[in-house]
């Protein structure tokens, strides 16, 4: 199964829950397979699946558990979903959602967009402002806009991906996770009280956390860029 949904928005602590309940296991984050992301995205489904499918089952078989359902939470995973989905046909996938405000937050602290971050990260794709695959504008236009604004494109981004398949994906709200137990359990086929216990654990004080960390300028930002997005999920 897959857990997608944008950086920062609890897919970790998701999967660790359903990786916890007996015939799952967590794979966390599949480096391989972020690694070849940008190349999957632009290919046709059946061509992607394949790849995907490759990619995974060589990961499951070195970690020797082919006898269990994985539970894959790589985030970028939400511009493949469609491909993931056709690579296994009877796999499910979860999309959590976070307040965008909030998101942007903890990306501004990671610092992983913003324009003086160097290096790269466990995929070897680069941070700071060079425009990612998902990027729907040009580069010298992407690398221009705010710290905020860019984080706020990446929600933006992921979000919008991961709901292009809302008739196969359950979504559940990162800040309602602990009561969304049962309709997750319901449509992977599991038992709830496991997951419940796993999802019980749930304490995150930094919901609503944009109200003291972001600035009027970098709400501004925010609204310019995925107002419309919050307003229709209902967090603005």
């Known amino acids: 199964m897959f857990v997608v949904g ?3 928005s609890g897919t970790t602590f998701l999967a660790d829950a359903i990786g916890r309940v007996p015939g799952f296991v967590d794979l966390t984050e599949v480096t391989p397979l972020k690694a070849a992301i940008p190349e999957l995205a ?6 992607a699946a394949r790849r995907i499918r490759s990619i995974l089952e ?3 078989l070195l970690a020797l558990v082919r006898g269990l359902r994985g539970v894959e939470q790589t985030p970028e995973t939400s511009f493949v979903l469609s491909a993931a989905l056709r690579a296994y ?6 999309h959590v959602v976070r307040d965008g405000r ?3 937050s903890s990306l501004l602290e990671r610092g992983w967009l913003s324009r003086h971050r160097s290096g790269r990260d466990d995929a070897r794709h ?3 402002p060079s425009p990612r695959f998902w990027v729907d504008k040009g580069a010298a236009e992407f690398a221009r806009e705010s710290d905020a604004a860019r984080a706020a494109l990446a929600w933006r981004a992921y979000v919008c991906a991961a709901r292009s398949l809302r008739d ?4 559940v709200r990162y800040e309602e996770l602990p009561s969304a137990a049962a309709r997750i359990a319901q449509h992977l086929g599991a038992d709830t009280a496991p997951l419940a216990a796993a999802l019980g654990h749930f304490r995150d004080a930094s919901v609503g956390r944009f109200e003291r960390d972001l600035s009027p300028t970098q709400l501004a930002d925010v609204e310019r860029v995925a107002g419309p997005l919050l307003r229709e999920l209902g967090y603005a």
Request: negative net charge; contains cysteine; aromatic residues 4%.
């Open 168 to 171: 196969q994906v359950c979504e």
């Open 102 to 104: 909030d998101v942007v």
């Open 126 to 128: 680069p941070y700071g």
């Open 6 to 8: 944008a950086p920062r």
């Open 58 to 60: 060589r990961v499951r």
């Open 42 to 47: 632009p290919l046709a489904d059946d061509e």
């Open 89 to 94: 046909p009877h796999a499910r996938a979860v």
